[in-house]
């Protein structure tokens, strides 16, 4: 009988799909391969790679002595070390001459000047969505904000609303700027009713996907009828939230997208998908 299971075994294993690799969009490889678990059932693994070239500048000479021929038991390897017969420590720098300290203290003084000139020089950041713009010009402010104010407890001030000075009627005001902010408050209305009911709020993404890989996941079946997506990230660390906003052309498509993926599986997640709820009055 063992013999027989061996051999079925065995053929089972030779029956298995050859890997597949797929190039993704964003440079990644997704490598599907098959294989057999301790019950004999095939299982599907799925490998996601990113390849990353990096560029090591060496004096000209050390480049040329890693190419020498290696003797001896090394005979006939590949040039650098082979790490079954070789053990590799950290770098140990010759410092020559007695200022090597004053060298290495303005070293690490022009690093850290480079360092503030790098922080002075980065754009403009979203605190809601991460985006690079103004946080009073975010597209997703009157849906991002209500989940920051009902964190925090604390509503944050609005530019658009009028301030107690601004409301106080001391003067003559002119017909054409009489109810101007009524008028201008009832039309953002409208249309942040509008965006709202074709915007979805997504939950419970796993933080390590970015919006590349969500989108091409997750969203591709629905990629030429969505206006914009957000991706929720944290102003500090740049990861994600687990919160993704989807805009998408009307709110019968946004049904049918919700409809398709509300509890659907996702990286060890559950996604969650609902309407974006609009913002508390203020």
């Known amino acids: 009988m063992a013999e027989v299971a061996r051999s079925n075994w065995a053929d089972a294993e030779e029956e298995l799909p050859s890997p597949e690799v797929i190039e993704n969009k964003d440079g990644t490889k997704t490598i599907i391969s098959y294989r057999l678990n301790d019950a004999g059932k095939k299982v599907k693994v799925t490998q996601k790679i990113k390849e990353i070239k990096i560029t090591e500048k060496v004096h000209p000479d050390v480049a040329r002595r890693k190419k020498w021929a290696k003797f001896g038991a090394e005979e006939g390897t590949a040039p650098g070390p082979d790490f079954r017969t070789t053990q590799v420590g950290e770098p140990v720098y010759l410092r020559l001459g007695t200022q090597w300290k004053v060298i290495e203290k303005e070293a690490e003084e ?128 740049g990861r994600s939230k687990g919160v993704a906003y989807v805009e998408f052309d009307t709110p019968e498509i946004a049904q049918k997208a919700r409809d398709a993926l509300d509890g659907r599986g996702y990286h060890s997640l559950i996604l969650r998908v609902d309407f974006s709820k609009p913002r508390a009055p203020r």
């Not at 604390?154 to 409301?167: D, G, H, Q």
């Not at 919006?211 to 660390?237: A, M, S």
Request: proline share 5%.
């Open 110 to 237: 022009k690093q850290k000047e480079e360092s503030k000139k790098a922080s002075v020089g980065q754009g403009i950041r979203c605190r809601l969505c991460g985006g690079s713009h103004f946080t009073s010009k975010c597209p997703f402010k009157d849906t991002l904000g209500a989940d920051i104010e009902n964190a925090s407890g604390t509503p944050e001030p609005s530019a658009a609303s009028p301030t107690p000075e601004l409301t106080k009627t001391t003067g003559y005001i002119a017909p054409h700027l009489r109810n101007r902010n009524k008028d201008e408050f009832a039309e953002k209305d409208l249309s942040v009713e509008k965006e709202e009911s074709s915007t979805l709020r997504f939950t419970q993404i796993n933080e390590n996907i970015d919006e590349q890989t969500f989108r091409d996941e997750v969203l591709q079946r629905f990629e030429r009828v969505i206006r914009r997506v957000t991706l929720v990230k944290n102003r500090e660390t």
